[in-house]
């Protein structure tokens, strides 16, 4: 169905500004993905440098921005746009994450680390539900998946640039990870001064006031009502199951590879960006020119699979560099389409306006936490059972992450989300079929 504003999207200047906008929010995905891959290089060193047990390096990998502390981020951090805009967040958020990283930039010892990444985990946290309820609410309907792979297209190209930034530094030591850490400063302090010209949701303003007409606010207990809670539970279920391999992957791959691989550190932070180049090609290439027009459980599934026998490599052969080439390809290209780019969008799309962002931010805080403490004991199952033991576990996450998306994916593609709430019943009023983003935002 065309809205007006599909129209509006016809035309160059605010076509121009859309992308912009969506950029510009979506660098909170960079800066994210950017510093959990960065202390994935940075682990093997400091482990040396430092002393580090597995013990601690779980522990740095539970509190890191990887895990808990993005999860408690994000759990207020949404509420907060919820509350008072959606911008609000943008104010302070990006600051934070910069005095994170400066501790970690200038870290001589261990506790030091852990302060850095607490904070910066903080903030990123607060900046993704923000950022992606932001994005979802200014697409229109008929773009909104491509709109919002444009956030996926960077939280993958923040690991590619980091990577690269360490393997042209590598040669430096303790000295290049802390300039792979400036870098993620200096983006973060751009972006807060970009983000000042960023237009306030017009869906939000609109849905505040209609809920200020009618006497309140929307009450964060209406999210844990039936139709809440089957939400809650699918987007919790597809991302968080498949977030706990993600999230492996992304801080313990290079670490894994270099300890139980037997590759050198380049080596192994080279087949990591490889990877991750190949989602940002995944995502160019099938997710964004197809998502809003093909059926996305499908479209999910070729995705499970590629995944699925991209990790199922690692449980039947040896962890050397063919089969590690052979999981990167699979894997990378397979993730440019898969389970976190749906989560983004179907967890922006099933909720209401007025809690949005506090859905989004209670789902990323459980999925993170979760995170968290799967993290703490993936040295120890590695150290104790063996790498192929961990493979195993993790193929099997991913076939029950798959398995809940294929089956229960919602089928919203083309639809306003005015339209959405009013067919899962979050409001009375007849569905509208126009879109409010097509009126001008101020900012």
Known sequence: ??????????DGAERRRYWKWTAVAGMASYIDAGSIVAGSVGLSLWSHKFGLTSSTVGLLGAFSSNAISAGIGALIGGWICDRFGRKKIYTWDLLLYAFGILWIICAVNTWMLFVGYILAGLAVGADVPASWTLITELAPARTRGRLGGLAQVLWNLGPVVTLLLSLALSSLGMLGVRLVFIHLLLVAIVTWVLRHGVAESVRWRRATSRSAAAGGRARIAALFTRRGTTALLF????????????????????YLLSTFGAQSQAASVGLQCVSF??????????????????????LLGVSVVLQFLGMGLFVVLPLNLPVA?????????????????????????????????????????VVRIGLGIWSFFVPLITANAGFRYLALILVILQAVSGLIGVVFGPRTAGQTLEQIEASRGWRDEPASATDPVAERGTA
């Open 277 to 298: 180049g190949l989602t940002v090609i995944g995502t160019l290439v099938v997710y964004m020119p197809f998502n809003d027009r093909v059926n996305r459980r499908v």
């Open 235 to 254: 987007c919790i279920g597809m991302y968080g199951v498949w977030n706990l391999f993600a999230g492996t992957n992304g801080f313990y791959f290079p």
């Open 1 to 10: 169905m065309s809205t007006a504003a599909d129209a509006v999207l016809d």
């Open 325 to 365: 080439l052979a999981y990167v390809l699979l894997i990378g290209f397979g993730s440019g389409f898969g389970q976190q780019h749906f989560f983004q969008l179907w967890s922006g799309e099933l909720f209401p306006t007025v809690l949005r962002s506090t859905a989004q931010g209670f789902t990323f805080a």
